[in-house]
């Protein structure tokens, strides 16, 4: 069974950071593009970050020099360390699981990120 796991979202205010943590098991993670999206109230899902098996990772322009996404293969996760954070970057953030060749896009259940003061 696949799992995608979130956690570590919140309410923080403008300026500050958070450290979103998505835990995978059911995959051979290795082998998979991570990434994360978002989608705020009444808005369409967007890209947020991706990081491939082999490679650099992609950024949506919104969060381009103030997210940073990273993976530790060893323990199946991936991570999004997201500073200077914005109010527009409330939203609920879900972790995504992509691999093109298997037909495997796999979704967390989401963590709800609100930048408030």
């Known amino acids: 069974q696949v799992q995608l796991v979130e956690s570590g979202g919140g309410l923080v205010e403008p300026g500050g950071a958070l450290r979103l943590s998505c835990e995978t098991s059911g995959i051979a993670f290795r082998g998979y593009q991570m990434g994360w999206y978002r989608q705020a109230p009444g808005k369409k899902r967007e890209l947020v970050a991706t990081?491939?098996?082999?490679?650099?990772?992609q950024y949506g322009d919104s969060v381009k020099g103030r997210f940073t996404i990273s993976r530790d293969n060893a323990k199946n996760t991936v991570y999004l360390q997201m500073n200077s954070l914005k109010p527009e970057d409330t939203a609920v953030y879900y972790c995504?699981?992509?691999?093109?060749?298997?037909?495997?896009?796999?979704w967390g259940q989401g963590t709800q990120v609100t930048v408030s003061s």
């Open positions: 995504n699981a992509w691999k093109l060749v298997a037909g495997h896009d796999y």
């Open positions: 990081i491939p098996s082999l490679g650099g990772p």
